[in-house]
C-alpha cells in the first residue's frame, strides 16, 4: 500500500471551504484513493472514493492531479457537526493486503 | 441494511479471563479486520482475512487470535486479556472501502 502524508490539524470557520490535501507519491496504477470521516468514539465512515480527475458526491470532492501524486478532499460550506477527524487511504479496491490508517487529519470547524 | 454488527458494545473483564468480541456483515464481503485504536495512536490494524479460513496479521497482533469459519463472521479473542488491551476495537468489511462496527469499549481491569 501507498503511504500517505496528510497535516495532523487543520482549523476553520463555519461556512467556509476546507481542503484537506494528502500526499501518496508511490501510488500504484491499480490503486484508489479513499478518505473516511470519523467522530470520536465511533467507526471511520466512507466519505468518497476517486481514480483520476474529480469525483463528487452529496457530502464531499476529491481532486485528483493527473500524476495522482497526492488527492485533496474539499468539504463544501461547513459547519460545527464537520469537526472529525479524516484519513486517507491508498490502495487497490477489492484488494487482500494489511491496511494502515495512520493518524489522519484532526479538523475542528468553529463558529 | 447494510451492516457491521459487534458485540459486546462494551465490557469490563480483568486479567487473564478469556473474552470473545463477535462481528457479523451482511455484505457478503471476502475481506474482514480488525482494529483497535488508542489516544494519540490512531487506528491500527491487529488481524486480517482475505477469505474463510484465510486470516493474516497486522501491525498489532500480539495478544489476539482470530478465526474465520464462516464468511460473515470474524471473531477477535483474548485468551488471556492484560491491561495494556484496553482500548476501543473496530471490526471492519470489506476493501477500499471498508464498513466499520460501532466499536467495542473494552477495559481491562
Known amino acids: 500500500l501507498a503511504k500517505t502524508t496528510q497535516p495532523i490539524s487543520m482549523d476553520s470557520y463555519e461556512g467556509q471551504e476546507v481542503n484537506i490535501t494528502c500526499s501518496h507519491n508511490?501510488?500504484?496504477?491499480?490503486?484508489?484513493i479513499t478518505w473516511y470521516q470519523q467522530f470520536p468514539s465511533q467507526g471511520p465512515r466512507f466519505i468518497i472514493q476517486?481514480?483520476?480527475t474529480k469525483v463528487t458526491n452529496e457530502v464531499a470532492s476529491l481532486f485528483i492531479p493527473a500524476d495522482r501524486k497526492s488527492s485533496t478532499l474539499s468539504l463544501p460550506r461547513v459547519s460545527l457537526s464537520d469537526t472529525a477527524v479524516y484519513y486517507c487511504?491508498?490502495?487497490?479496491?477489492?484488494?487482500?493486503?494489511?491496511?494502515?490508517f495512520g493518524k489522519g487529519t484532526h479538523l475542528i470547524i468553529q463558529p | 441494511e447494510a451492516q457491521v454488527t459487534q458485540n459486546p458494545r462494551y465490557l469490563i473483564t480483568v486479567t487473564g479471563k478469556k473474552l470473545t468480541v463477535t462481528c457479523s456483515q451482511n455484505?457478503?464481503?471476502?475481506?474482514m479486520s480488525w482494529y483497535r485504536q488508542d489516544p494519540g495512536l490512531g487506528l491500527r490494524q491487529i488481524y486480517y482475512?482475505?477469505?474463510?479460513?484465510?486470516?493474516d496479521k497486522g501491525d498489532v497482533p500480539e495478544g489476539y487470535k482470530v478465526s474465520r469459519k464462516e464468511k460473515r463472521n470474524f471473531p477477535l479473542i483474548l485468551e488471556s486479556p492484560s491491561p495494556n488491551q484496553t482500548s476501543l476495537y473496530f471490526c471492519?468489511?470489506?476493501?477500499?472501502?471498508?464498513?466499520f462496527g460501532d466499536g467495542t469499549r473494552l477495559s481491562i481491569l
Open positions: 471492519a468489511s470489506g476493501y477500499q472501502p471498508q464498513h
Open positions: 508511490n501510488i500504484a496504477t491499480n490503486d484508489y
Open positions: 476517486g481514480y483520476k
Open positions: 487511504l491508498v490502495g487497490e479496491r477489492g484488494g487482500a493486503d494489511g491496511l494502515t
Open positions: 455484505m457478503n464481503h471476502e475481506y
Open positions: 482475512s482475505m477469505n474463510v479460513e484465510v486470516t
